[in-house]
Protein backbone atom coordinates (compact mmCIF):
# COMPACT_ATOMS: atom_id res chain seq x y z
CA UNK A 1 0.00 0.00 0.00
CA UNK A 2 1.32 3.42 -1.36
CA UNK A 3 0.32 6.37 1.63
CA UNK A 4 1.22 9.74 0.81
CA UNK A 5 3.39 11.22 4.35
CA UNK A 6 4.24 14.81 5.00
CA UNK A 7 7.53 15.89 6.17
CA UNK A 8 6.56 15.89 10.02
CA UNK A 9 5.17 12.79 10.23
CA UNK A 10 8.47 11.11 8.34
CA UNK A 11 9.95 8.36 10.23
CA UNK A 12 13.55 9.92 8.79
CA UNK A 13 15.59 7.22 9.81
CA UNK A 14 13.23 4.17 7.98
CA UNK A 15 13.10 7.00 4.82
CA UNK A 16 16.71 7.53 4.92
CA UNK A 17 17.56 4.13 4.92
CA UNK A 18 14.98 3.36 1.73
CA UNK A 19 17.45 5.78 0.08
CA UNK A 20 20.76 4.80 1.28
CA UNK A 21 20.06 1.36 0.21
CA UNK A 22 17.48 1.83 -2.81
CA UNK A 23 18.55 0.62 -6.41
CA UNK A 24 18.25 4.09 -7.42
CA UNK A 25 20.21 5.23 -4.72
CA UNK A 26 21.09 9.73 -5.01
CA UNK A 27 22.79 11.79 -2.06
CA UNK A 28 19.76 14.70 -3.83
CA UNK A 29 16.65 12.63 -1.77
CA UNK A 30 18.28 12.19 1.74
CA UNK A 31 15.95 14.17 3.97
CA UNK A 32 18.52 16.45 5.10
CA UNK A 33 18.90 17.35 1.56
CA UNK A 34 15.82 17.83 0.64
CA UNK A 35 15.41 20.22 4.12
CA UNK A 36 18.15 22.41 2.83
CA UNK A 37 16.79 23.06 -0.69
CA UNK A 38 12.33 22.89 -0.60
CA UNK A 39 10.53 25.03 1.57
CA UNK A 40 7.48 21.94 1.72
CA UNK A 41 8.08 18.14 1.02
CA UNK A 42 6.09 14.94 1.46
CA UNK A 43 6.56 11.31 0.29
CA UNK A 44 4.89 8.73 -1.47
CA UNK A 45 5.31 5.76 1.26
CA UNK A 46 5.08 2.05 0.07
CA UNK A 47 4.37 -0.20 2.80
CA UNK A 48 6.97 0.00 5.35
CA UNK A 49 9.43 2.43 3.52
CA UNK A 50 10.57 -0.43 0.68
CA UNK A 51 10.15 2.74 -1.78
CA UNK A 52 9.48 5.87 -1.43
CA UNK A 53 9.24 9.15 -3.69
CA UNK A 54 10.04 12.14 -1.88
CA UNK A 55 7.30 15.44 -3.69
CA UNK A 56 8.57 18.74 -3.11
CA UNK A 57 5.86 20.64 -3.43
CA UNK A 58 4.03 24.29 -3.16
CA UNK A 59 0.94 25.95 -3.31
CA UNK A 60 -0.45 28.82 -5.76
CA UNK A 61 -3.93 30.02 -5.96
CA UNK A 62 -5.32 27.42 -3.34
CA UNK A 63 -3.41 24.52 -5.83
CA UNK A 64 -0.96 22.28 -4.52
CA UNK A 65 1.83 21.39 -7.44
CA UNK A 66 4.70 19.37 -7.54
CA UNK A 67 7.77 21.05 -8.87
CA UNK A 68 12.07 20.50 -9.19
CA UNK A 69 13.88 22.82 -6.36
CA UNK A 70 17.09 24.60 -7.47
CA UNK A 71 20.60 22.77 -6.47
CA UNK A 72 18.74 19.47 -6.88
CA UNK A 73 19.36 17.39 -10.25
CA UNK A 74 17.58 14.31 -9.87
CA UNK A 75 14.66 12.66 -7.56
CA UNK A 76 12.05 10.20 -8.51
CA UNK A 77 11.38 6.63 -7.09
CA UNK A 78 13.80 5.01 -4.73
CA UNK A 79 13.17 0.98 -3.77
CA UNK A 80 15.50 -1.52 -1.99
CA UNK A 81 13.95 -3.98 -4.58
CA UNK A 82 12.44 -3.38 -8.33
CA UNK A 83 8.76 -2.48 -7.84
CA UNK A 84 5.89 -1.27 -10.17
CA UNK A 85 6.37 2.53 -10.59
CA UNK A 86 3.28 2.72 -11.96
CA UNK A 87 1.31 2.61 -8.88
CA UNK A 88 3.54 5.46 -7.39
CA UNK A 89 2.55 7.92 -10.15
CA UNK A 90 -1.21 6.61 -10.10
CA UNK A 91 -0.75 8.15 -6.15
CA UNK A 92 1.12 11.09 -7.34
CA UNK A 93 -1.68 12.03 -9.90
CA UNK A 94 -4.39 11.45 -7.45
CA UNK A 95 -2.87 13.96 -5.17
CA UNK A 96 -1.41 16.97 -7.62
CA UNK A 97 -2.96 17.97 -10.64
CA UNK A 98 0.38 20.00 -11.77
CA UNK A 99 3.68 17.84 -11.63
CA UNK A 100 7.10 19.17 -12.86
CA UNK A 101 9.87 17.09 -11.48
CA UNK A 102 13.23 15.26 -12.81
CA UNK A 103 12.85 11.40 -12.62
CA UNK A 104 16.68 9.57 -11.95
CA UNK A 105 18.28 7.29 -14.44
CA UNK A 106 16.64 4.22 -13.01
CA UNK A 107 13.10 5.34 -13.34
CA UNK A 108 11.07 4.55 -16.37
CA UNK A 109 7.51 5.49 -17.01
CA UNK A 110 6.04 3.07 -18.80
CA UNK A 111 2.49 3.82 -18.81
CA UNK A 112 3.37 7.48 -18.25
CA UNK A 113 5.84 7.98 -21.01
CA UNK A 114 3.39 10.49 -22.80
CA UNK A 115 4.30 12.43 -19.88
CA UNK A 116 7.62 12.15 -19.96
CA UNK A 117 10.40 13.99 -21.39
CA UNK A 118 13.79 12.42 -22.00
CA UNK A 119 16.65 14.55 -21.11
CA UNK A 120 20.20 13.90 -20.90
CA UNK A 121 23.48 14.17 -18.71
CA UNK A 122 27.31 14.10 -19.51
CA UNK A 123 29.03 11.17 -17.70
CA UNK A 124 33.02 9.68 -17.35
CA UNK A 125 33.26 6.59 -16.49
CA UNK A 126 36.02 5.65 -14.57
CA UNK A 127 36.85 2.11 -15.88
CA UNK A 128 41.17 3.60 -16.84
CA UNK A 129 42.94 5.76 -15.02
CA UNK A 130 43.78 9.68 -15.38
CA UNK A 131 46.26 9.80 -18.38
CA UNK A 132 44.48 7.03 -20.66
CA UNK A 133 40.81 9.53 -19.74
CA UNK A 134 43.77 12.43 -20.76
CA UNK A 135 43.86 10.53 -24.22
CA UNK A 136 40.19 11.34 -24.64
CA UNK A 137 40.13 15.04 -24.22
CA UNK A 138 39.69 16.48 -27.98
CA UNK A 139 42.43 19.10 -29.03
CA UNK A 140 40.43 22.30 -28.05
CA UNK A 141 40.38 21.01 -23.97
CA UNK A 142 44.33 20.16 -24.85
CA UNK A 143 45.40 23.53 -26.22
CA UNK A 144 43.15 24.82 -23.10
CA UNK A 145 45.25 23.07 -20.47
CA UNK A 146 48.22 24.37 -22.33
CA UNK A 147 47.49 28.16 -21.93
CA UNK A 148 46.24 27.17 -18.26
CA UNK A 149 49.74 25.67 -17.35
CA UNK A 150 51.48 29.21 -19.36
CA UNK A 151 48.94 31.30 -17.25
CA UNK A 152 50.02 29.86 -13.62
CA UNK A 153 46.86 28.81 -12.54
CA UNK A 154 46.30 27.99 -9.22
CA UNK A 155 43.99 25.28 -7.70
CA UNK A 156 42.25 25.29 -4.07
CA UNK A 157 40.27 22.53 -2.18
CA UNK A 158 39.43 24.52 1.04
CA UNK A 159 37.33 27.82 -0.28
CA UNK A 160 34.52 28.90 1.76
CA UNK A 161 31.21 28.68 -0.46
CA UNK A 162 30.35 32.43 -0.40
CA UNK A 163 33.29 33.25 -2.93
CA UNK A 164 31.97 30.48 -5.52
CA UNK A 165 28.58 31.88 -5.14
CA UNK A 166 29.41 35.36 -5.18
CA UNK A 167 31.54 34.20 -8.90
CA UNK A 168 27.95 32.51 -10.12
CA UNK A 169 26.04 35.01 -9.42
CA UNK A 170 28.15 37.84 -11.05
CA UNK A 171 28.06 35.36 -14.22
CA UNK A 172 25.47 32.33 -15.09
CA UNK A 173 23.16 33.82 -12.21
CA UNK A 174 22.81 36.56 -14.60
CA UNK A 175 21.77 34.76 -17.39
CA UNK A 176 19.32 32.67 -15.54
CA UNK A 177 16.55 35.29 -13.83
CA UNK A 178 14.63 32.66 -12.20
CA UNK A 179 17.23 32.88 -9.15
CA UNK A 180 16.23 34.44 -6.48
CA UNK A 181 18.61 35.74 -3.67
CA UNK A 182 16.54 33.06 -1.39
CA UNK A 183 17.85 30.64 -3.66
CA UNK A 184 21.38 31.64 -2.99
CA UNK A 185 20.89 31.35 0.67
CA UNK A 186 19.38 27.96 0.38
CA UNK A 187 22.65 26.95 -1.75
CA UNK A 188 25.09 28.57 0.60
CA UNK A 189 23.48 26.54 3.78
CA UNK A 190 23.21 23.57 1.48
CA UNK A 191 26.89 23.77 0.67
CA UNK A 192 28.38 24.14 4.44
CA UNK A 193 25.41 20.71 5.53
CA UNK A 194 27.49 19.05 2.44
CA UNK A 195 31.00 19.58 3.54
CA UNK A 196 30.26 18.80 7.34
CA UNK A 197 28.58 16.19 6.31
CA UNK A 198 31.79 15.03 4.08
CA UNK A 199 29.94 14.96 1.08
CA UNK A 200 30.45 17.79 -0.51
CA UNK A 201 33.94 19.24 -2.01
CA UNK A 202 34.98 23.49 -3.39
CA UNK A 203 37.27 23.74 -5.71
CA UNK A 204 37.98 26.66 -6.98
CA UNK A 205 40.96 28.50 -9.35
CA UNK A 206 42.77 31.65 -9.43
CA UNK A 207 45.02 33.47 -11.73
CA UNK A 208 48.76 34.56 -10.80
CA UNK A 209 46.91 37.85 -9.28
CA UNK A 210 44.94 35.92 -7.06
CA UNK A 211 41.86 36.72 -9.05
CA UNK A 212 39.31 34.45 -8.81
CA UNK A 213 38.38 32.65 -11.91
CA UNK A 214 36.54 29.17 -12.10
CA UNK A 215 34.79 27.56 -9.62
CA UNK A 216 32.67 24.39 -9.22
CA UNK A 217 31.32 22.40 -5.98
CA UNK A 218 31.51 18.99 -6.03
CA UNK A 219 28.98 16.13 -4.32
CA UNK A 220 30.31 13.08 -3.60
CA UNK A 221 27.95 9.81 -2.76
CA UNK A 222 29.08 6.09 -2.89
CA UNK A 223 31.25 5.83 -6.37
CA UNK A 224 29.41 8.49 -8.05
CA UNK A 225 31.04 12.63 -8.23
CA UNK A 226 28.20 14.96 -9.44
CA UNK A 227 29.35 18.81 -10.52
CA UNK A 228 26.77 20.35 -8.42
CA UNK A 229 27.31 24.06 -9.34
CA UNK A 230 29.87 25.68 -11.61
CA UNK A 231 30.70 29.19 -13.06
CA UNK A 232 33.76 31.10 -14.70
CA UNK A 233 34.31 34.70 -14.69
CA UNK A 234 32.89 35.56 -18.44
CA UNK A 235 34.92 38.95 -18.59
CA UNK A 236 38.44 36.54 -18.24
CA UNK A 237 38.06 33.15 -20.28
CA UNK A 238 41.08 33.14 -22.41
CA UNK A 239 43.41 31.01 -19.88
CA UNK A 240 41.85 27.87 -19.76
CA UNK A 241 40.24 28.02 -16.48
CA UNK A 242 37.27 26.25 -17.17
CA UNK A 243 39.00 23.14 -18.39
CA UNK A 244 41.79 23.58 -16.02
CA UNK A 245 39.43 23.33 -13.13
CA UNK A 246 37.42 20.07 -15.06
CA UNK A 247 40.46 18.09 -15.47
CA UNK A 248 41.46 19.00 -11.80
CA UNK A 249 38.36 17.32 -10.45
CA UNK A 250 39.09 14.05 -12.54
CA UNK A 251 42.26 13.89 -12.18
CA UNK A 252 41.43 13.90 -8.12
CA UNK A 253 38.31 11.83 -8.36
CA UNK A 254 39.18 9.31 -10.80
CA UNK A 255 41.18 7.45 -8.12
CA UNK A 256 38.51 6.77 -5.63
CA UNK A 257 35.19 6.91 -7.53
CA UNK A 258 33.46 5.38 -10.43
CA UNK A 259 32.20 7.97 -12.18
CA UNK A 260 32.17 11.80 -13.09
CA UNK A 261 28.60 13.15 -13.20
CA UNK A 262 28.91 16.58 -14.99
CA UNK A 263 25.56 17.30 -13.67
CA UNK A 264 24.18 17.47 -17.09
CA UNK A 265 22.81 19.65 -19.80
CA UNK A 266 20.66 18.83 -22.74
CA UNK A 267 21.74 22.15 -24.30
CA UNK A 268 23.45 21.23 -27.31
CA UNK A 269 26.38 23.43 -26.75
CA UNK A 270 26.91 22.47 -22.96
CA UNK A 271 26.82 19.11 -23.66
CA UNK A 272 29.15 19.16 -26.69
CA UNK A 273 31.83 21.08 -23.81
CA UNK A 274 31.44 18.10 -21.64
CA UNK A 275 31.59 15.60 -24.82
CA UNK A 276 35.13 17.16 -25.33
CA UNK A 277 36.12 15.27 -22.46
CA UNK A 278 35.20 12.29 -23.83
CA UNK A 279 31.75 12.11 -21.61
CA UNK A 280 29.10 9.61 -22.39
CA UNK A 281 25.49 10.51 -22.47
CA UNK A 282 23.21 8.95 -19.95
CA UNK A 283 19.26 9.44 -19.76
CA UNK A 284 16.40 10.26 -17.27
CA UNK A 285 13.33 11.78 -17.69
CA UNK A 286 11.49 14.78 -17.27
CA UNK A 287 8.10 14.42 -15.57
CA UNK A 288 5.10 17.06 -16.94
CA UNK A 289 1.67 16.47 -15.78
CA UNK A 290 -0.67 19.08 -16.14
CA UNK A 291 -4.19 18.60 -14.97
CA UNK A 292 -5.07 22.25 -13.90
CA UNK A 293 -8.66 23.74 -14.88
CA UNK A 294 -8.17 24.64 -18.61
CA UNK A 295 -7.72 28.96 -17.55
CA UNK A 296 -4.81 27.59 -14.78
CA UNK A 297 -3.29 25.08 -17.34
CA UNK A 298 -2.67 28.20 -20.15
CA UNK A 299 -1.19 30.02 -17.57
CA UNK A 300 0.85 27.40 -16.06
CA UNK A 301 2.17 25.14 -19.06
Known sequence: MIKLISRKNLEVDKYNDCIENSIQSNVFGFSWYLDQVAEKWSVLVLNDYEAVMPIPWRRKLFIKY????????????????????????????????????????????????????????QVIPFTKEYSKIFKDYNRNRKRELKK???????????????????????????????????????????????????????????????????????LKHKGRVTELVCSSDFKNRNNGANTFMNDRAIFKYERNFDLFDFGGS????????????????????????????????????
Open 266 to 301: SMKNIAKYYHSFGAKDEHYYQLHYNKLPFLLRLIKK
Open 148 to 218: AKQADLIEKWDDSPKVLIELFQSNVGKRVQKIKDQDYLKLYKLMNVCIQNKVGELLTIYDKNNQLISGAFF
Open 66 to 121: VYQPFWTIQLGIFSKEIEDENEFLIELFSEFKYVSIRMNMQNSLNMFQDYGLQKEL
